[in-house]
């Protein structure tokens, strides 16, 4: 299982970003796929996630109207759109899954929110 993450940046508040999580090595559209981020000296969060076929879509309060997740089962890809961005969304973003009860983890996209 590889998960490959893609789009992150630096971007101003109010401003937008797309993230691209390209994953291969097990059947993408068969699995749940999440977005998790991690800012300095604070624990992982759960932020979205979206069930193999896309119907149902989970979001975090803290992001909940602001970022839309989605996929494209074709391209074995998922996508975090993120919008009116804060300085509080400044983290690490990360891809998962669970395969056979194993958590897998792309190494990460910086999104930094700043003037």
């Known amino acids: 299982v590889q998960l490959v993450e893609s789009g992150g940046g630096l971007v101003q508040p109010g401003g937008s970003l797309r993230l691209s999580c390209a994953a291969s090595?097990?059947?993408?559209?068969?699995?749940?796929m999440r977005w998790y981020r991690q800012a300095p000296g604070k624990e992982r969060e759960l932020v979205a996630g979206?069930?193999?076929?896309?119907?149902?879509?989970d979001y975090a309060d803290s992001i909940k109207g602001r970022f839309s997740i989605s996929r494209d089962n074709a391209k074995n890809t998922v996508y975090l759109q993120m919008n009116s961005l804060k300085p509080d969304d400044t983290a690490v973003y990360y891809c998962?899954?669970?395969?056979?009860?194993?958590?897998?983890w792309g190494q990460g996209t910086q999104v930094t929110v700043s003037s």
């Open positions: 998962n899954t669970i395969v056979k009860t194993t958590h897998y």
């Open positions: 090595g097990f059947t993408f559209g068969n699995y749940y």
């Open positions: 979206i069930l193999s076929g896309g119907g149902r879509r």
